[in-house]
């Protein structure tokens, strides 16, 4: 059995504010062992519940967040950015029997701590033919293309109410419960750990392969807080403006679908100015 975590920051123990989460600051170096200890703690429960090997994908912003050296040393982790997949890079090599979000959160435009989806700021919402879709969501749609399940979610409350949603089975962790976008009654850390790992043993029984699933073709449609955004995402081809401050487009896979999100969101970020968006 092999599983593959995707390791995101927002959603890890501690974490409340934008210093927690930003490359260089001293928050975000206490931090960062936080978020290890909380995916430490998922490896440990997996292989406790008869997983043979454990992937970790680091998924946030540079994607050299987590500390190896106090990693589970049982676990091997894929660091670095520009990957295929993005925030579930290795899912696609066919030896993935179940996938874990660990440290996610909710969607721009919803309640929760840090919530955002791709960028910290800028979109204001994205949904997939219709639903509102958080960075979980979207993952999950790619994942079962590859016939993968989600089994186990951590992050704050209400990204473990997002994730009933769209992975219903899956076990979820609040590490954290939700105040405001940038505050939240946190657990400690030796209490989160015990709950990640009791959470993912008894989720690595939902670690079955089966046969891949598409619910294509997906529409998605993003939201910006300026006008001009849409300008800069409407160069991507196959997006069009689909309202003042909205673009869509339609892809025939979410594997198509998460590849134009992310050329669509480089570009959005490079049109951003500094003081006025």
Request: proline share 4%; with cysteine; hydrophobic share 40%.
């Amino acid at each position: 059995m092999k599983i593959l975590i995707s390791a995101d920051m927002e959603g890890a123990t501690g974490v409340t504010w934008p210093a927690d989460v930003l490359p260089g600051t001293p928050q975000w170096e206490r931090c960062r062992r936080l978020f290890t200890s909380d995916v430490s703690a998922a490896v440990a429960g997996f292989l406790d519940g008869g997983a043979d090997e454990v992937l970790i994908n680091e998924a946030h912003w540079s994607m050299r967040n987590l500390l190896l050296e106090e990693l589970d040393d049982r676990a091997q982790m894929l660091t670095g950015r520009h990957k295929s997949l993005s925030m579930v890079e290795g899912v696609q090599h066919g030896d993935v029997d179940g996938v874990a979000f660990v440290g996610y959160h909710t969607g721009a435009g919803t309640e929760g701590v840090l919530a955002h989806t791709y960028l910290a700021n800028s979109i204001t919402g994205v949904w997939v033919n219709g639903a509102r879709a958080s960075e979980g969501r979207l993952n999950a749609l790619v994942v079962a293309e590859y016939g993968v399940p989600v089994v186990l979610v951590t992050g704050d409350d209400k990204t473990c109410e997002d994730a009933r949603d769209y992975v219903p089975d899956a076990r979820c962790v609040a590490v954290k419960d939700y105040v405001s976008r940038y505050a939240a009654v946190c657990r400690t850390p030796a209490r989160t750990a015990a709950d990640i790992r009791e959470a993912a043993r008894e989720a690595a029984v939902l670690a079955v392969r089966h046969e891949p699933t598409s619910g294509g073709p997906f529409t998605v449609e993003l939201e910006f807080d300026a006008e001009h955004l849409v300008g800069a995402a409407s160069v991507v081809p196959g997006v069009e403006r689909s309202g003042e401050r909205r673009v869509a487009y339609t892809s025939p896979t979410m594997y198509e679908g998460i590849r134009c999100f992310k050329a669509v969101t480089t570009v959005v970020s490079a049109a951003v100015e500094e003081q006025y968006g």
